[in-house]
């Protein structure tokens, strides 16, 4: 089974920064895209920034210059780098993977991480 571990959740001021990350266990075979998501109380849940295996990002506008996304496919794993932390950045973020893990799979699995709650508040 592929899982996704997060971590680096929790509480910050607003100014601060924090760094998640999401590790991909289990039989991988190859993976696609690599995402985070966020879901505030109340709405739905929103794309923060993706990365392709090649390494070309993307980003929310209101993300954009704050945050930074990379990943490192030696270890499966996929980073979120969040500078200049607002109250509005609080959520729960989750990441999100496109992953095959035999080379006989039909498509890939779109598989979820168990969700990282960023807290910004004085």
């Known amino acids: 089974q592929v899982q996704l571990v997060e971590s680096g959740g929790g509480l910050v001021l607003p100014g601060g920064s924090l760094r998640l990350s999401c590790a991909a266990t289990?039989?991988?075979?190859?993976?696609?895209?690599m995402t985070w998501y966020r879901q505030a109380p109340g709405k739905e849940r929103e794309l923060v920034a993706g990365?392709?295996?090649?390494?070309?990002?993307n980003y929310a506008n209101s993300v954009k210059g704050r945050f930074t996304i990379s990943r490192d496919n030696a270890k499966n794993t996929v980073y979120l780098q969040m500078n200049s932390l607002k109250p509005e950045d609080t959520a729960v973020y989750y990441c999100?993977?496109?992953?095959?893990?035999?080379?006989?799979?039909?498509?890939?699995?779109?598989?979820w991480g168990q969700g990282n709650q960023v807290t910004v508040s004085s």
């Open positions: 999100n993977a496109l992953i095959r893990s035999q080379p006989n799979d039909p498509a890939y699995q779109n598989s």
């Open positions: 289990g039989s991988i075979f190859s993976i696609n895209t």
């Open positions: 990365i392709i295996s090649g390494g070309s990002t």
